[in-house]
């Protein structure tokens, strides 16, 4: 059955404590994972899309990579700005088109 | 300014009257669809449509309708909502289904 689990559910760092968020699925043949961020009252906003294991890519302060079990949003020295929450979406094995979200990691960064 | 635009934004209804929750993009996407979102349990998908007049199930269909006449526009339905719909959604469109989605900014229904 896919399934995406996303950990830990909540962190919260001090601003400059650099940290690492997970994401694990069991879809076979993966067709793309994404990662999202959502602030409060928003809808989920792009982040990245990583196809391949290896694969890395770097935007600011965030930087996503994959296995093929899972992959990793790494943030580097974080600011008070960069609290939200973070989701990751993987496409089914069984149909391209339907998707599966994990609940989240809701991120806190104190200043 | 390219954006996915859903109304209402809130709506506190009672139990078995329908209701329909209107969703329109202008960027010309092929792909739509529908989350709903609750705590502990993420987005969950309920329907989605590859195109006009093409439309499937996600993971959580039961209780909804939907409808693809035009590209732009996917309303979702609830033709007898009850209180465990009561919940926030969010519709979301994308040039194709293995693109990144973009979201509105969601819609707070609360059913009593």
């Known amino acids: 059955e896919d399934q995406v689990t996303q950990s830990p559910e909540a962190l919260r760092l001090q601003e400059g404590e650099s940290s690492s968020l997970n994401c694990s699925y069991t879809?076979?043949?993966?067709?793309?994972l994404f990662w999202y961020r959502q602030d409060p009252g928003k809808g989920p906003e792009f982040l990245f899309t990583l196809y391949s294991a290896g694969e890395e890519k770097e935007k600011e302060r965030l930087k996503a990579t994959l296995t093929k079990k899972e992959s990793f949003l790494h943030i580097t020295a974080p600011k008070p700005e960069d609290s939200a929450t973070y989701l990751c979406a993987v496409p089914s094995t069984y149909n391209f088109n339907k998707f599966y979200f994990g609940s989240g990691t809701k991120l806190n960064v104190k200043p | 300014e390219a954006q996915v635009t859903q109304n209402p934004r809130y709506l506190i209804t009672v139990t078995g009257k329908k209701l329909t929750v209107t969703c329109s993009q202008n960027?010309?996407?092929?792909?739509m669809s529908w989350y709903r979102q609750d705590p502990g349990l993420g987005l969950r998908q309920i329907y989605y449509?590859?195109?006009?007049?093409?439309?499937d199930k996600g993971d959580v269909p039961e209780g909804y309708k939907v409808s693809r006449k035009e590209k732009r526009n996917f309303p979702l339905i609830l033709e007898s909502p009850s209180p465990n719909q009561t919940s926030l959604y969010f519709c979301a469109s994308s040039p194709q289904s293995n693109q990144p989605q973009h979201f509105g900014d969601g819609t707070r229904l609360s059913i009593l």
């Open positions: 449509s590859m195109n006009v007049e093409v439309t």
């Open positions: 879809v076979s043949g993966l067709r793309g």
């Open positions: 960027m010309n996407h092929e792909y």
